[in-house]
């Protein structure tokens, strides 16, 4: 439940657009040689992180172009956006601050539930 | 040391009803952690508080702590729409899931605590003819594995339960349904605190408030854990996380395959009984069952997104409250009451892991996703089992994290109806 950003065609309901999970997973160069448990990792094994994700989108019902996200996933406060190709930037944001920490005033109410980096 | 809980009955309501009710004893201590337990539970929810249960019940670990973060039964265990069946399509599940169900049916004698667990059956609609090639295939499944189920056609769908809107000129209309009439709807609350309780009194430490922020590990092996309340020593941890599995397995590079997602639930303003039973759409994605305050208990769908956020988007609300209205048109002018998320590990063949891991002493019991809390007493069943024998008791083995590897996924996505 929140707003995001296209490059393309500017700012629309999330509803619009659709998550194509983690970013920057490479497809393994030499399929051959992968092991079991290497495709395993490939395939299935995710990040799930709480606090500051790289993720890709689809502005699926828009342009249906693809993009990448920076989000936290603890407020859902986007961070920054930027094309697919490109490194992942630096991003420190507001992590909670204990790994598994809720917000202090309720849940995704990210402008009032961490306290800002100078 | 904690003291023998008074067994609840009619005697001791009206001894209490004397005093106001102001002299109940508490259900369960809450102590300080101690420096070291013999085992240590992560995640105070219903799994986490069966899984200490059934390790000082059944394996005589009695030196356990369930340490939980927030309060007891605060996370998916209190979020959920209590939907408890066991009509899964593959023997694997279908093993799990009624193992559980049998200790559904003996479980409030068993606590001396009202589970308030109804057998009022749970109804799989069909709309379309896929829904019910797919169903009747597990229909069939179900009677090979010896598990209860019917099939019911519109006309005897209309008669089990009367206000569904059985008409053929709609959109998705129903044109048949599966029923398994020892399932039903329990009462979550109840659940956590009934074995908090039951765990409490056989020795088991109860600490609330305390986040595990760290796992220690020395070579290879286990050996605590740190929290909000300090370092607590232990040889033997199971994870029973939920949605934040995935965020302790970090802290020691375990890779899991799981995505953290809101799940949204609703209920309305409480009326007369008007359905007795529990109604499952997975095509359109509607259920609802009633309440004993009663009030219907509506689920909805998961987020298409990963987010720890505990609230999903509205969107979501209103594709299923559109179903809903469908299927039950005399509910649209119902008001809902209150409406909230949980966050749910979602694994991708929707079906759990409860697993040793490669360092020794630690243990996963998660990716039940948007249908576990059916599974509670069976969860903490397989698991104290796992923990305790350092190997998975014959039920679980096939939900070792090894399959993603292997292959031998056990892919219950379209095959359990919904996923609840
Ligand atoms: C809206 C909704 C509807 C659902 N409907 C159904 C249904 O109808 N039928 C069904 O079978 N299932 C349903 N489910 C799924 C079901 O609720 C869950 O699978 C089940 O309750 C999981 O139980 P649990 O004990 O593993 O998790 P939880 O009850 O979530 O317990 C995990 C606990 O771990 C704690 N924790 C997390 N991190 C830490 C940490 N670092 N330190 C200490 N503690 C920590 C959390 O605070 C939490 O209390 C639904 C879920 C939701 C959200
Ligand atoms: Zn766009």
Redesign the interface.
């Given at each position: 439940m929140f707003l995001i950003n296209c490059p393309h065609c500017g700012e629309r309901d999330q509803s619009e657009f659709n998550c194509g999970g983690e970013a920057h997973i490479v497809r393994p160069k030499n399929p051959l040689n992968l092991t079991d448990d290497q495709w395993a990792d490939y395939l299935f094994m995710r990040k799930n992180i709480k606090g500051i994700q790289f993720e890709r989108w689809n502005h699926s019902n828009g342009c249906r172009r693809w993009f990448n996200v920076v989000r936290n996933t603890a407020t859902d406060e986007i961070l920054k956006i930027y094309n697919i190709g490109e490194k992942a930037p630096q991003i420190e944001g507001n992590n909670p601050k204990t790994p598994s920490g809720e917000p202090i005033i309720g849940s995704g109410n990210y402008s009032t539930s961490f306290e800002k980096k100078q | 040391m904690n003291k023998k809980p008074k067994k609840y009955s009619v005697f001791s309501l009206i001894k209490n009803a004397f005093s106001y009710h102001e002299n109940w004893q508490p259900a369960w201590d809450s102590p300080e952690p101690k420096k070291e337990y013999e085992a240590i539970i992560i995640g105070g929810g219903g799994h986490g508080l069966t899984t200490a249960y059934y390790l000082a019940k059944n394996h005589n670990i009695k030196n356990i702590a369930v340490i939980e973060?927030?309060w007891i039964g605060g996370g998916n265990t209190g979020r959920n729409t209590t939907i408890i069946r066991s009509n899964y399509l593959w023997d694997q599940s279908a093993a799990l899931y009624e193992h559980a169900l049998k200790l559904w049916e003996g479980m409030s004698q068993e606590l001396n605590y009202n589970v308030m667990f109804s057998q009022r059956g749970v109804m799989n609609v069909a709309h379309t003819l896929h829904d019910v090639r797919e169903l009747k295939r597990r229909w069939h499944a179900n009677r090979l594995n010896d598990i209860d189920c019917e099939w019911l056609n519109t006309q005897q769908v209309k008669k089990f339960c009367p206000v569904i809107n059985t008409s053929q000129n709609i959109r998705y209309p129903v044109l048949g349904a599966t029923l398994q009439r020892r399932a039903g709807t329990a009462r979550h609350d109840a659940v956590a605190w009934g074995y908090a309780r039951g765990a409490n009194a056989m020795g088991v430490d109860i600490i609330q408030n305390c986040?595990?922020?760290?796992i220690n590990i020395k070579e290879g092996n286990v050996t605590g854990i740190e929290t909000?309340k300090g370092l607590i020593k232990s040889k033997k941890i199971g994870v029973v996380?939920a949605g934040?599995s995935?965020?302790?397995a970090?802290?020691v590079g375990i890779?899991?395959?799981?995505?953290?997602r809101p799940l949204q639930a609703l209920v309305s303003e409480p009326v007369k009984p008007i359905i007795d039973t529990v109604v499952m759409s997975n095509t359109i994605h509607a259920y609802v069952s009633q309440s004993d305050k009663g009030e219907l208990v509506i689920g909805a769908g998961t987020?298409?997104?990963?987010?720890?956020?505990?609230?999903?988007?509205?969107?979501i609300v209103e594709d299923t409250i559109t179903a809903v209205v469908e299927l039950f048109p005399l509910f649209s002018r119902m008001k809902m009451l209150r409406h909230w998320g949980g966050i749910v590990d979602i694994c991708?063949d929707a079906s759990p892991i409860v697993s040793k891991t490669h360092i020794n002493g630690l243990y996963f019991n998660c990716g039940w996703g948007t249908g576990g809390f059916k599974a509670t007493p069976g969860s903490g069943w397989v698991f104290a089992h796992t923990i305790a024998n350092d190997e998975p008791h014959a039920l679980n083995a096939p939900f070792n994290i090894n399959r993603?590897?292997?292959?031998e996924l056990v892919d219950e996505h379209g095959a359990a109806a919904v996923a609840h």
């Open positions: - | 973060k927030g986040e595990v922020t760290n909000t996380a934040h995935s965020v302790i970090n802290m890779r899991l395959p799981l995505e953290s987020d298409g997104y990963t987010s720890y956020t505990q609230r999903g988007g509205f969107n991708p993603f590897s292997s292959g």
